[in-house]
């Protein structure tokens, strides 16, 4: 009988304390009473009241526009970041550069917030843009801050990429331009892939940067919740985060299903060419070196 270690122990007790709340919560938003702390059995009166509910759909939807404009501009701008930092070797300001890139990760986000709220003051007074703050503003933000992440991930892949295939294509003519978008771009991708995601994320939980540079009628998800929670805890809240947390396990799901079933036509193809190759190998005439002819003579 297998013995139940500590390391064992430890790793469910910390699934339980990360995994348990979410359950929690999503079987409270089944809850038939308006107190969440009373349960009243079960209903999913509060998922159909989800579409009444104009103010907090509407900032669900503001944050998911909001989210992918920011995975988008995050991954652009911090791969190509990325490939200064590891293709360009020697250029002046180079330790500058890759200080300013990397400084949103270690910088307060209230720092970063204020800042940013203190740049779209005087802008809007010196030039008349922004009029005023609301997605754009808060787009801008996302972006500055998660393109710093989406650079680190991907800097890190393009530091283990081989440059003999890169030489070779230019070699053979290509231009660097080509090399990049058909070469570099598909090594990169599952890189890409984990920046775009890990800036979705950020983008969707951020609440300080969206405080300080969000506008009359740009109130996102996490500040409609953070503001709702000081007055206490809705169940349509509970709803709204359950129906996150699936949409979540769904994408999760799908991802590793699809990567999983790519995993397994590559290694059959690997497979298959190894067997063609034995085949091929063994279907030749063997020809007899001159030690072996020597030898039967």
């Known amino acids: 009988m297998k013995r139940f270690s500590f390391s064992k122990l430890m790793l469910v007790l910390g699934l339980l304390f990360i995994y348990l709340p979410m359950l929690i919560l999503v079987i409270y938003s089944f809850n038939a009473s308006k107190l969440v702390t009373v349960w009243g059995g079960w209903s999913i009166k509060w998922y159909v009241g989800l579409l009444d509910n104009s103010q907090l759909m509407g900032s669900v939807m503001r944050s998911l526009e909001i989210a992918c404009y920011t995975a988008v501009a995050a991954v652009a701008l911090g791969t190509l970041a990325a490939f200064v930092l590891t293709r360009v070797t020697r250029f002046k300001g180079r330790t500058l550069f890759g200080g300013l890139v990397t400084a949103p ?7 970063t917030g204020l800042s940013l709220l203190l740049l779209f003051v005087a802008m809007a007074q010196m030039i008349g ?73 950020l983008s969707l939980d951020d609440l300080v940067l969206a405080s300080f540079v969000s506008g009359p009628g740009s109130t996102t998800l996490p500040m409609e919740v ?68 020597a030898a039967s003579a």
């Open 105 to 111: 990760l270690v910088m307060p986000e209230v720092i």
């Open 129 to 201: 843009w922004p009029q005023e703050r609301g997605i754009v503003t808060i787009w801008i933000a996302h972006t500055t801050f998660c393109a710093a992440y989406v650079a680190v991930v991907v800097s890190a892949r393009l530091r283990e990429l081989d440059l003999s295939i890169e030489e070779a294509a230019m070699d053979l003519g290509a231009k660097p331009w080509k090399v990049f978008f058909l070469i570099t771009i598909p090594m990169i991708a599952p890189s890409l892939a984990a920046g775009g995601m890990m800036s979705f994320a």
């Open 226 to 293: 953070f503001s709702a929670v000081r007055l206490g805890v809705k169940p349509e809240i509970n709803a709204v985060a359950s129906l996150i947390l699936l949409s979540v396990s769904l994408v999760t799901f799908f991802v590793w299903y699809f990567s999983r079933q790519a995993e397994e036509r590559r290694r059959k193809a690997i497979q298959q060419a190894i067997e063609e190759g034995a085949a091929a190998n063994a279907s030749q005439p063997q020809v007899k070196r001159p030690a072996q002819v």
